[in-house]
């Protein structure tokens, strides 16, 4: 039988199948590469069980990994929803890593500004947000206990997958769009500066046949060590009018002389604190 997964807990799995039961499963032997959003083949058991015998063809994959293993966000999802919010601060290098992520998967990209009834701490956040706008990314500005019908629409017609550090509002935006999903929300931790996590495992909700929302467990890094060079370049989208352009044609945009990239930071056509993030997952490709 064919089935969704809907929810991804360590080895369990909840598998909605075509007829709208749903079915606990497990994968067949030791390790699982299965992810929140997979559609898969099961066999069904008894006691409401199943058994996943095979991931079918995924049409985008999102994950982070550093240089021991991958850890698995969603499967076949066609828009990112990056949220962040007017408190706790959040990272700046944290979204670009997700920016890349969603360039090498030619994924959309939205950013969500939450909180933002606390008019009086808009500014910094705004400033800091500032580069990707002007990069064409869209943001929008709402506050999930409010306002969040407003994300609605950006929703229709896509698989999106809610992402971003603890504490920034996903599940109050979840629980707001997806009355009854129940989804855990708690204080922020004002002597860390972020939120203590709530969510614990990837869920997905399904609006309709063409619209589906993954909720995600809070993101605190975003390691991209399964990129290569040219995919990481690639997805710095104002990198691509200066790729090939610089002196040298394997050219590390260090220190080496005529450097497209380097001229282009000096120019102003290049933000400096992304060119530092570039730097950084750069140097972990290599």
Not at 38 to 50: E, K
Not at 171 to 195: F, M, V, W, Y
């Amino acid at each position: 039988m064919h089935g969704e997964v809907v929810a991804a807990h360590g080895r369990q799995y909840r598998v909605a199948l075509a007829d709208g039961t749903t079915v606990l499963a497990f994968p067949r032997g030791k390790k699982s590469e299965i992810a929140c959003g997979d559609r898969v083949d099961v066999t069904p058991g008894g006691d409401g069980q199943a058994v996943i015998d095979a991931i079918l063809p995924r049409q985008s994959l999102l994950y982070r990994s550093d240089e021991f293993r991958r850890k698995l966000i969603a499967a076949n999802v066609t828009q990112i929803v990056f949220v962040v919010a007017v408190e706790p601060g959040f990272s700046d290098e944290l979204l670009t890593r997700c920016l890349v992520a969603a360039e090498d998967q030619d994924l959309r990209l939205l950013i969500v500004l939450n909180k933002c009834d606390l008019q009086d701490r808009i500014a910094p956040a705004r400033a800091l947000l500032a580069p990707f706008t002007q990069l064409g990314y869209s943001v929008l500005e709402l506050s999930a206990q409010s306002s969040a019908e407003a994300l609605r629409p950006q929703l229709s017609g896509q698989t999106s997958v809610l992402v971003g550090q603890s504490g920034m509002g996903k599940s109050t935006l979840i629980n707001a769009l997806i009355p009854g999903a129940a989804a855990a929300t708690r204080e922020i931790s004002a002597a860390l500066d972020s939120g203590k996590h709530t969510t614990t495992h990837a869920t997905l909700y399904r609006f309709d046949a063409d619209s589906a929302l993954i909720d995600s467990p809070g993101l605190q890094e975003l390691g991209l060590h399964h990129l290569d060079i040219g995919a990481i370049e690639q997805g710095f989208v104002e990198f691509r009018p200066f790729l090939g352009h610089c002196r040298f044609r394997n050219c590390r945009h260090e220190r080496e002389p005529d450097c497209a990239l380097r001229a282009a930071v000096a120019d102003g056509h290049i933000h400096p604190r992304r060119f530092e993030t570039f730097r950084t997952l750069r140097a972990q490709s290599e």
